[in-house]
């Protein structure tokens, strides 16, 4: 299976934006979902965006408006647009990328990388 790589954090003010980057390196077999989650000190992973082959999105309450998934299949890449940061949306985000080989399916994850949202 391939290796998740994210790009693209750091440290922005409130107010800013960032762009995330995410690409599967090696073997994948058909991709069907891409997207991205997040971890803050002490609390549970959640959602910030999905995108389902053919068209389905899914967005965090918190992040909906602001934040932008844009996955390119073909590429293997998926990117996310932050815009409008705020305090609260510091994080580790990870990078999901779910795989298919006829009735098997693969749930493929990044290392995460970090995103410090302060002034």
């Known amino acids: 299976q391939g290796r998740i790589v994210e790009s693209g954090g750091g440290l922005v003010q409130p107010g800013g934006s960032l762009t995330l980057s995410c690409v599967a390196r090696?073997?994948?077999?058909?991709?069907?979902?891409m997207g991205w989650y997040r971890q803050a000190p002490g609390k549970q992973r959640e959602l910030v965006a999905r995108?389902?082959?053919?068209?389905?999105?899914h967005y965090g309450d918190s992040v909906r408006g602001r934040f932008t998934i844009t996955p390119d299949y073909a590429k293997s890449t998926v990117y996310l647009q932050m815009n409008n940061l705020r305090n609260d949306d510091t994080a580790v985000y990870s990078c999901?990328?779910?795989?298919?080989?006829?009735?098997?399916?693969?749930?493929?994850w990044g290392q995460g990388i970090q995103v410090t949202v302060s002034a």
């Open positions: 995108d389902v082959r053919g068209g389905i999105v």
């Open positions: 999901r990328m779910q795989d298919r080989l006829g009735e098997s399916e693969y749930d493929n």
């Open positions: 090696g073997t994948m077999y058909t991709i069907y979902s």
